[in-house]
């Protein structure tokens, strides 16, 4: 929900579509179409909320989460890019967690509306800040197609005369009733436990959430199905361009260290990640490009 959120309209973009502000300036896109309602920010270029009419929201949004340039957005769907979480070298030059793409103003570079839905895309070109933590050249568009599902492609064009790789995620944090009775299902038979030093284990063929939980599955092709139980609803994702999948909820303890999140905000938040983690990343020759997806239904 973001009726917390006050905000005006400083341009209209087409009938569903306007630009708002809050009171310092922060910039959103806001959808309000016969069949859904959605928000962006340009801050990251970040899907802060998903709610199609007369269902309960399908995307998580912190209510404790500050709007401010220097910070990433607590939910919605954050985009991680150019590494994920913490690397070697990231930590060595105290770079912020999962990159500076969430981070960093996007620019609204396209627009469609049409009967049953919204296309819209995001860009972020490298700047000489970029290149000061992240020496290349790049291109990276999101595109977002808003219907009766959430479909995000990031594209990453390599435009510099080099070949690099990268990692990250579309980290989405979906909005469940109570994650206490939620279960996922479709998830690899393996995967590697960061509660648990990264160690690699056999995972069940459903995982009931019932803690604190930080696991890296393998990717598959099967489709992911979470069992948003309270809400009597199945929410079901399929993911593309991914090496891994993400699934995480902080629990009772871990929730209580985040500013940013309700100490009660595990109840209603789950993430299940389309992600690149692997640590060699993925290799974007000079010149081409890579398309990271999410699809959320
Ligand atoms: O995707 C799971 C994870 O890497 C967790 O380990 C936790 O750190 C979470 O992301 C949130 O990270 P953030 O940097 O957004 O606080």
New binding site residues.
Partial sequence: MISHLRLKTTKNLSPSINMQVDDNGFEFVVINHKNFDATFSLHGAHLIHFQIKQQAPLIYLSKSTPYNHSK?I?GGV?I?WPW??NTEESKSKNLP??GFARISQWILSAVNEYETGVDLEFTLTATAETKAIWNHDFSLTLKASLSDHIELSLVTDNTSNEDFTYGG?L?TYLHVADSGRCSVEGLAASYKD?LDNGKRKNSDQILNINGSV?SIYDANEQKIVVNDESNQRKIVINNKGNDSV?V?N?WIEIAKK?VDLPDDGYKTML?V?S?ITAKQGVLVKSGCSHTLKTVIK
Wanted: glycine fraction near 6%; aromatic fraction near 16%; charge should be negative.
């Fill in positions: 990433a607590r954050p991680c994920f979480g967690s999962h995620a980290h960061s930080d993400v995480w902080p985040f993430c990640e992600a």
